[in-house]
């Protein structure tokens, strides 16, 4: 896919720039100690009992089988009503902050990890952090463990894309495995971008960084990781490919039965924004114009079969329903129940 290299590199840096998406190898400057972690992965500053929310994860079902999703922190974008949006006004970005009562000095964007248990397997769409990417970032850890979900367990991590806050949580800060018996699944428009040595070597400095990560992080599973396009790749998961993002971003329906539930990946970010204004173009997005070509295909399925959906970085549980409106469409939670 010819991915505009304007697009590419405003794209690649913004990502670059954020502290919370930079550290792709080390571990965050303030000391994140006493949470259990995964074979050496650094979990976040232990919780202040007066001040800590219950553990972050959240399980619903689809048909038998059972979805969790697992909070793993969140990113800061400072200012973002100056360049988040490439395509709206300052105001007109401060304005919708504002209608769904959020902070206009600085913006938090969560960080979510889906898991899928189906019969004998425990499949992981995406691989998180790490703990690797800031002092906000890195809850996956424990409240995986909370959730009684093992890393050793885990059959199968099913990649979205490979930006950093996406793959970060594929290996420890010395590159070891994190998820030693799992098997990693990736889309081949994907991997064929990131590891063609020619993009790569074209790529502006500030985003040579990005390909060097994605080299370390798959290196350790050398063996173990297949390519896949559009269908069926695991029982009652199927690949659709969803493009502009990144050139090879591929969102994931679980199904069972009639049941079902879409894992979106990053087709759209924070909900209040690109669900309300689909025209808007994210400074992420790596080809804008296809990422909303892309945005509105997929909101307009969801939203008219009424799927489930899981957005990456939703306000948690990050789960729920898309209704279209006039200009565009709306987020509703799912509800929450005590027992799945």
């Not at 997929?298 to 939703?314: E, K, N």
């Amino acid at each position: 896919m010819d991915i505009d290299r304007r697009g590419f590199a405003v794209a690649t840096g913004a990502l670059l720039a954020m502290p919370f998406l930079t550290r792709l190898g080390s571990s965050p400057a303030a000391a994140q100690a006493a949470a259990p972690a995964p074979a050496g992965t650094a979990p976040a500053a232990a919780p202040n009992l007066a001040t800590a929310q219950a553990p972050g994860f959240f399980r619903f079902k689809v048909g038998s089988h059972i979805v969790t999703v697992v909070n793993d922190g969140y990113g800061v974008r400072p200012n973002p009503t100056q360049g988040f949006v490439r395509n709206a006004e300052p105001a007109a970005v401060e304005a919708a902050l504002k209608a769904a009562f959020l902070p206009t000095d600085a913006l938090r964007l969560p960080y979510t990890v889906t898991f899928l248990q189906a019969g004998e397997k425990l499949i992981m769409f995406d691989a998180g952090t790490g703990g690797q990417l800031g002092a906000t970032a890195g809850r996956m850890a424990a409240n995986m463990q909370a959730a009684g979900l093992d890393p050793a367990k885990v059959t199968e991590v099913i990649i979205t894309h490979f930006h950093g806050d996406h793959i970060s949580g594929l290996t420890t800060a010395d590159d070891k495995p994190v998820f030693a018996n799992a098997e990693i699944i990736v889309p081949k428009a994907e991997w064929d971008f990131w590891t063609d040595e020619g993009n790569a070597s074209r790529a502006a400095d500030a985003m040579k960084p990005a390909f060097a990560a994605v080299k370390r992080r798959f290196e350790p599973y050398k063996g173990r990781t297949r390519e896949i396009s559009d269908g069926e790749v695991l029982p009652g998961v199927v690949a659709l490919s969803t493009p502009g993002h990144t050139p090879g971003h591929t969102s994931y329906l679980l199904s069972d039965g009639s049941a079902q539930a879409l894992v979106l990946g990053d087709i759209t970010n924070r909900p209040e924004l690109n669900l309300a204004h689909p025209n808007w173009h994210l400074v992420f997005d790596m080809d804008a114009d296809l990422a909303e070509k892309t945005r509105r295909e997929v909101l307009d399925r969801v939203a008219t079969d009424r799927i489930r959906c899981i957005g990456y970085h939703f306000p948690f549980p990050a789960n729920g329903y898309v209704a279209k409106e006039a200009e565009g469409y709306r987020f509703f939670p799912a509800d929450w129940t005590p027992e799945v």
